[in-house]
């Protein structure tokens, strides 16, 4: 191919900074100590007379490519769009959200005891309060199964897991917390996901990480109706302790389809996890390299007793 790209970054967590990158990187760049921004389209880079489509993968950060080689680059190699994820906090749970591609990238929260309460709503709501000045989001509340049959309005932050509150409960349907899922998916074997972290939290505290990935345009059917892309990916992670004090850990990668096996064939480690959709992404830092290897050879049984209520 030949030819570079110059990559521009910047959050909070990461300076501003400037580097050029041959354009065969581009594609795993966050491999090379830049991490990536959008995951929600293909990023069109000009350099030259050459163009090429390079998915990317998100991690959070702000990004523009442009064309190096100073002022006698090609103007079609100006920066292409510079996106923002921003951090929507609910209080009970987080969203790692893109403001340009009008989705929740990741989830995070902890679970104690249940004690909540709290009536479903099932009122799907648009205008996020926790959404900032100018960020975007989806164009309708309404039904994704209206436009294209088989697909659900799917939570990433469950309901049933915020019933602490009516607050907390109505949070849930904001559409920021809301992406296209199939039905089978969603209530399947995703239903199972929480229903083990909904049970486990009864034994020890609960700590939920997940998020979507975007690799694949094919599926994409509600970007004229929603604004929105279709995930092509939901992964979840599960931190807990066992009876003597241990970290215990569990993690499910899962493509968005019907033709599913049982959940167990989607178990992962978070190393193998971290491998696949980004470590910036997962983001468990404090975890150690023996625990982030481990891998459970069946998804943990539902405690005897549970109720799911």
């Given at each position: 191919m030949g030819g570079e790209a110059r990559i521009l970054t910047s959050n909070g967590a990461h300076p501003a900074g400037v580097a050029c990158m041959p354009l065969e990187f581009l594609a795993e760049i966050h491999q090379q100590g830049v991490e990536v921004m959008s995951v929600s389209r293909y990023l069109t880079i000009g350099v030259a007379s050459l163009r090429r489509q390079v998915p990317?993968?998100?991690?959070g950060v702000v990004l523009a490519l442009t064309g190096c080689g100073g002022s006698g680059a090609d103007p079609a190699a100006a920066p292409v769009e510079l996106a923002t994820v921003v951090t929507l906090d609910h209080g009970g749970f987080r969203l790692r959200y893109d403001c340009a591609a009008n989705t929740t990238l990741r989830f995070e929260y902890l679970l104690g005891t249940d004690t909540g309460q709290a009536a479903r709503t099932d009122l799907f709501t648009l205008n996020d309060p926790a959404l900032p000045a100018g960020c975007g989001q989806q164009l309708s509340a309404g039904s994704y199964w209206s436009v294209q049959p088989g697909w659900d309005r799917g939570h990433l932050v469950t309901a049933n897991h915020m019933d602490a509150t009516d607050e907390l409960m109505a949070a849930t349907f904001h559409?920021?917390?809301?992406?296209?899922?199939?039905?089978?998916?969603?209530?399947?074997?995703?239903?199972?996901?929480?229903?083990?972290?909904?049970?486990?939290?009864?034994?020890?505290?609960?700590?939920?990480?997940?998020?979507?990935?975007?690799d694949d345009v094919a599926n994409d059917h509600f970007v004229a109706s929603h604004g929105i892309r279709t995930p092509d990916w939901f992964w979840k992670v599960l931190v807990t302790t066992d009876a003597a004090g241990a970290v215990q850990v569990i993690a499910w990668l899962i493509p968005n389809r019907d033709d599913l096996a049982g959940l167990d064939a989607y178990l992962v480690s978070v190393a193998e996890l971290e491998a696949r959709v980004g470590a910036g992404q997962v983001d468990l830092p404090g975890m150690s390299a023996a625990v982030k290897s481990g891998r459970p050879a069946v998804s943990w049984p539902l405690p005897t007793g549970c109720g799911l209520g």
């Open positions: 990317v993968w998100s991690m559409m920021t917390n809301i992406v296209p899922q199939r039905s089978l998916l969603n209530q399947g074997i995703w239903q199972q996901t929480e229903e083990i972290a909904e049970c486990h939290r009864d034994l020890a505290p609960v700590q939920v990480v997940g998020g979507v990935v975007y």
